[in-house]
């Protein structure tokens, strides 16, 4: 399904240049005392904002992720231009876009009309996300390192819908911030829009340069992997994709599916046994420990089965 939303990039790039432009305006006419006044009152709204932005920051690093909705509301009726809270507001529709997800494809592998509604209901979160994102990049000033941070959750977003188009040009937007400070992420995010998009070469490079810029970036090592095993080169696949599933702080279960077939390819059957093993019991009931199984083959799939039994 290719992500589609009422403002595109490009107007978003326009937008950009509308409030660059009122910007130039603002300070043409910040001596008069109207302007002066109004400027008194957006600080007076923007420090209550603050301090329900601040709460919500705090809800959400402990889970009450409802009352972080509610302090964010809060925040943006005082201050409707308030870019972090927009921003926050963004990461918590698509936290609960994501848990909507895992439940379906991760906890279970759900197939039936209930997991298609819900499906839908995930992609809406998706696309609230991707319209929060946008305002908070919209509402930043100029240089701030928040704003490559909200194009490159666009580009999220537009790669959980497998929009190429949108996910390049929102990373590359990110990447031409010059106060963005996370350009791995968003390296990683362009290198795999060039990937489904056809262009392997430049997706290596991307991918290649992002684990540089962050050797311990398990995304960046994960993508890699797959692409080099799609590419034949199995020896490269699986020495990336060890380094996610060899590092506790990387739960990407894929890489050990993608770790078993390098090692199948490679000759080395009882690694290979082992590590997609490994993928069906990170969780058994998943999408992908179903695909594992299928890796594993008839004759490997008694233990399998047993740690499947004992999930329900």
């Known amino acids: 399904m290719v992500f589609s939303r009422g403002v595109s990039l490009v107007r978003l790039v326009a937008r950009f240049a509308v409030v660059t432009a009122a910007a130039v305006v603002a300070s043409a006419c910040a001596s008069s005392p109207e302007t002066k006044s109004r400027k008194k009152t957006d600080v007076e709204k923007t420090s209550r904002a603050d301090k329900h932005y601040d709460v919500a920051v705090g809800s959400f690093h402990n889970g009450m992720f409802s009352d972080a909705r509610i302090q964010i509301d809060r925040a943006l009726t005082e201050d ?18 994501k848990s909507i997800v895992d439940a379906i494809e991760i906890q279970q592998c759900l197939q039936d009309d209930a997991a298609a509604q819900q499906r839908v209901r995930a992609e809406s979160l998706h696309r609230e996300a991707a319209d929060a994102f946008e ?3 919209t509402a930043y000033p100029e240089g701030a390192s928040g704003r490559g941070r909200a194009l ?17 040009t929102s990373a590359e937007l990110a990447l031409a ?12 995010n362009l290198g795999w829009a060039q990937y489904l998009g056809g262009d392997t070469v430049s997706a290596t490079a991307s991918l290649r340069q992002a684990v540089l810029i962050n050797p311990a970036f398990c995304v960046g090592h994960y993508r890699l992997a797959q692409i ?19 590092n506790g702080q990387c739960p990407i279960q894929d890489a050990w599916r993608i770790a078993g077939v390098a090692q199948m390819r490679l000759g080395q059957e009882p690694g290979a046994v082992e590590a997609l093993q490994k993928c069906v019991d990170l969780a058994p009931r998943s999408c992908q420990a179903e695909d594992c199984r299928r ?11 047993m740690a499947l039994q004992s999930t329900r």
């Open 135 to 137: 305002r908070a990049a």
């Open 177 to 188: 911030e010059q106060f963005y400070t996370a350009r791995y992420s968003a390296l990683s």
């Open 228 to 246: 080099y095993l799609d590419s034949g080169l199995d020896e490269h696949a699986y020495e990336h994709a060890k380094q996610v599933t060899e």
């Open 80 to 97: 409707p231009e308030h870019a972090d809270s927009h921003y926050l507001q963004g990461v918590l529709l698509l936290n609960e876009g």
């Open 295 to 305: 890796l594993l083959g008839p004759t490997n799939t008694e233990e399998s089965e």
């Open 152 to 168: 490159n959750s666009m580009s999220v977003v537009s790669l959980f819908f497998h929009d190429t188009d949108d996910a390049t």
